[in-house]
């Protein structure tokens, strides 16, 4: 049953230019409940039946835009989970058992990415499943919409809990970045056979990394145009073919405790890039790492603003499992923002630091002060959370970034609506700052 609600009013800082000059915006998201069964770890969106409303992807459905509540099969939804309450009470429910249940349980649905892999003009959907498996995308049957999409192997193993579907080698195709087999880089489609699996080119040496290794991200950290892999432990500096070998190697401890998704961007407004990521996608931490230069060379100097305790945090934030992360401008000043919130459950009702605390989901918008950067955080929603996804796109068409996500507690939609408000609404409904 999808179920609506408008939880709290947001800050943004910037001022239209239509607007009176005493004039201020808020930023409000509307809650839409697609589903409270658990069936994966992420969702995305895509025009599936070319309607010209965007519809979410999350498990094995697709639900329907623009009201999301006609839900479509994409494949087998056979799956359910037997939950013991006591001694003598059970009870039988669809999907894995998530928040519906009382026990730990993982997924076969990772992320899910749409976009057109047969270039035949309909949005198809690539899952990456469980870590160390299998990734697929499933073929839209388009107007004869009857059975099961078609699945086709997009790459045989895709390891790190991070993974991404983006340009990074600057063609025109998106490219799966992840570890395969010991190794870091991207699979690319075959450009004469779009139904054949993808090959996997290395860019890194043979390492420990495994299936469920933490921490990745694209971005350009040198400034050269050119597009870099990031990790927790090194970031790997893309050369001018990159099919020419391995790339270069630059070490750092980016996240000592394994991060989720990492990004290169201009966090100080320095003309650099710098990395923002967290420090434990199971723990507690997140941080800007700023660039500066050290004997003529790249390094960091790390800003943590979010940590385990509250006091740590000027505004007195603190949640754990921060474990997706997307860096999009929410409040059009033409900076980019910071999405996360906290993974519920990730490893089950008594795992992880604090497991059962509010599912909460923030984005923290990046304030660029005399004194230093400032990431001022707004409360999305308090019973959602991420999964190892999250998504922010344009689902409605307003022009604003609503968040996407689908986790152990369901599918979700935060649709981002704006207000114009007096001066005074406009401060109080700012985030007060401890100190």
Known sequence: MIQKQFFLTLLACSVSA???????????????????????????IGDFNRDGHMDVVSGP??????????????????????????????????GFAGSLGNRNEYSNNFFAFAGDFDHDGWDDVMVVGFPG???????NPGEDAAGDWKRHL????????????INIVGDETRELVCNSEGYFGYATPNPEDPYAAWHFHRVSEKGGWQRFTHGLGVGDINGDGRMDLLAREAWWEQPADPDNGTWTRHDFLFAPGGSSQMFATDVDG??????LTCLAAHGYGLCYYEQVQEDGKITFIEHTFVNKEKEENKYGVAFSQPHAMALVDMNNDGIKDLITGKRYWAHGPTGDPRPNDPAVLYWFEIRRTPSGVEFVPHLIDDNSGVGTQVEVKDVDGNGHPDVIVGNKMGVF????????V??????????????
């Open 18 to 44: 239509s607007l009176h000059a005493e004039d201020k915006v808020l930023h409000e998201f509307e809650k839409i409940t697609l589903n409270r069964e658990f069936w994966a770890e992420g969702a995305d």
């Open 61 to 94: 459905y697709w639900y329907q835009g623009p009201q999301f509540t006609a839900r479509h099969r994409i494949y087998d939804d056979g799956r359910t989970s037997d939950i013991k309450w006591s001694e003598n009470t059970r009870e039988v429910i669809r």
């Open 133 to 139: 498996q299998e990734t697929f995308w499933y073929e």
């Open 154 to 165: 997009v790459l045989a193993i895709t390891d790190n809990e991070s993974p991404a579907l």
């Open 270 to 275: 320095d003309g650099d890039n710098d990395v």
């Open 413 to 420: 939609v935060h649709l981002h609506k704006t207000r114009e």
């Open 422 to 435: 007096t001066p005074e609404e406009w401060k109080k409904a700012q985030p007060q700052p401890l100190y």
